[in-house]
């Protein structure tokens, strides 16, 4: 067995603490594995939806916001999964979800800083698929859930685990030493159980479980795409863990494809304001 086959475990160690912790709502979880690249029944995504008030309610103020830009206002979810499309709406019901989640947990510095971290990854992730060559809206769902094992971890264990990402210091391997040794199972391990157990897609699954694997600027890949952004994101200040450490955002960029090139037009200062004005709506 491989090291990345042996962290995608079948169980997770200190299972028993995470199978407390609220899960997606059904019909979140049905319209994620719906909406696949592959083959999608839109007709059976807006009866999903329907059957839903209150997520669809949710998902329609959301839709609604300036995070989407919608020219027009959408009043009906017939009306936004058309507008959107099926991959923004898979965009937007894995956002929806998430932002459920995070309110379900409350108002505190950790809940804020992995969302806010999260919420980073996934802008960087649409902006870095132009140099992958990947769909901008799956890179932004996968890259928005990858850290869905550090909420987990949140949920199951609260002022505990938010303890520890203020005090651990040095590299993200140190910080999931430190997970397992006092919670039997680090935060990649946590997601990769969680969205396994949820029945999420898979490279839902995959992301969770393996968004710390070194970055190689291999095209096309969106586990390669969502572990960039998600370093890129920790080393632009949006942590979190506030201590960790990495390399600086410029050595980061060098592993992406053509993202150096004098062609690129890329400005650091450029980005991060980007980033900020993603994560403040």
């Known amino acids: 067995m491989t090291e990345r086959q042996g962290r995608s475990i079948g169980c997770a160690p200190g299972a028993e603490a995470l199978c407390r912790i609220p899960v997606f709502r059904p019909v979140a979880i049905k319209l994620l594995s719906l909406l696949t690249p592959e083959e999608t029944d839109v007709f059976g995504v807006i009866e999903l939806l329907k059957s839903d008030p209150g997520f669809s309610a949710e998902m329609l103020t959301l839709a609604n916001s300036a995070a989407f830009s919608l020219p027009k206002r ?39 800083n992995c969302w806010m971290h999260s919420r980073a990854t996934a802008a960087l992730a649409t902006w870095l698929s132009h140099y992958y060559h990947v769909h901008p809206d799956q890179a932004h ?36 030493d430190a997970e397992r040794a006092l919670f039997l199972a680090d935060h990649c391990q946590a997601g990769a159980w969680l969205t396994r157990t949820w029945g999420l897609p898979p490279e839902f699954q995959e992301t969770s479980a393996h968004h710390h694997q070194p970055v190689t600027g291999a095209l096309r890949d969106y586990g390669d795409v969502v572990a960039c952004a998600c370093v890129l994101a920790q080393a632009m200040g949006f942590r979190a863990a506030p ?29 991060s304001a980007f980033i900020r004005s993603e994560i403040s709506v």
């Open 74 to 112: 959408v009043n009906t979810v017939e009306r936004a999964v058309i507008v959107l499309g099926l991959e923004r709406t898979r965009k937007l019901v894995t956002h929806a979800s998430l932002q459920g989640m995070v309110r379900g947990m409350g108002e505190n510095a950790a809940v804020r």
């Open 141 to 176: 769902a996968a890259a928005l859930i990858h850290d869905i094992g550090r909420l987990g971890l949140l949920s199951a264990h609260g002022s505990r685990y938010a303890d520890l990402l203020d005090r651990v210091s040095g590299t993200n391997q140190n910080l999931m």
């Open 243 to 271: 201590l960790i450490e990495t390399d600086p955002p410029e050595a980061i960029l060098e592993r992406v494809p053509n993202a150096m090139s004098p062609s690129s037009g890329l400005c650091l200062g450029e980005l």
